[in-house]
């Protein structure tokens, strides 16, 4: 079946150590986004790729950098200048743009030791 | 602040009930698209409405869209409790690039 994988489930950061956090997809989508959500609240887009080798910030981009070396796959890693990096993390992909319903993972949840 | 804001926050119902929740944005759009999410999980796509269309149906989900009031409505009908979920709306911005702006979400919870 098709679909998107993150890896890991739960991860756990110490204080200044970047992490990365996996998203794999085998839908054959051109876009991939990376978002952050907060207990309780909504999504917060992080940053997006619309083709292999590009890639934009979103709303909140500091403290993260991303690659897309691949088309099916969009790596998020989470850098120690994020300084509350504490969240649940979601990857998605469309087939294109922004009018394609978004294919979410089932996320990473990131935590600080 | 969230461009689609959504209402309520929460809703208890019982099964069998109908749930109604509301999004509400500030400027203009393309589109505007509900998605599901169950606890801990990734989101689900439910259904996607134009802007040039006032209502859509999708089985026992009917989404309706007033561009005027710049407001959006999901109604659940015959609720279940396996419909216990958080709704959330998202908006395509004319102005936003190649990307959607989630609203908070509703929080649905359909007791059996």
């Known amino acids: 079946d098709g679909g998107i994988t993150q890896s890991p489930k739960y991860l756990f950061r110490k204080e200044g150590q970047n992490v990365t956090l996996s998203c794999e997809q085998n839908l054959n989508h051109d876009a991939m986004y990376w978002y952050r959500q907060d207990p309780g609240q909504g999504l917060r887009l992080i940053y997006y790729s619309q083709i292999v080798n590009d890639f934009q910030k979103g709303d909140i981009a500091e403290g993260y950098s991303v690659s897309r070396e691949k088309k099916e796959s969009f790596p998020l890693t989470v850098t120690s200048a994020q300084k509350n990096p504490t969240a649940f993390y979601l990857c998605?992909?469309?087939?294109?743009?922004?009018?394609?319903?978004?294919?979410f993972g089932d996320g990473t949840r990131l935590s600080i030791l | 602040s969230q461009q689609g804001e959504e209402d309520p926050q929460a809703l208890s119902i019982q099964e069998g009930e109908n749930a109604t929740m509301n999004c509400s944005y500030k400027?203009?759009?393309?589109?505007l698209q509900w998605y599901r999410q169950n606890s801990g999980r990734g989101l689900v796509h439910l259904i996607l409405?134009?802007?040039?269309?006032r209502e859509k149906h999708s089985g026992r989900l009917r989404v309706t869209l007033d561009t005027s009031k710049k407001s959006s409505s999901l109604l659940i009908t015959a609720s279940r409790a396996a419909d216990t979920a958080s709704y959330f709306c998202a908006t395509d911005l004319k102005a936003a690039g190649n990307k959607l702006t989630f609203g908070g979400g509703t929080r649905v919870l359909v007791k059996p």
């Open positions: 400027t203009s759009i393309n589109n």
């Open positions: 409405i134009r802007s040039n269309e």
């Open positions: 998605a992909s469309s087939i294109g743009g922004k009018i394609d319903p978004q294919h």
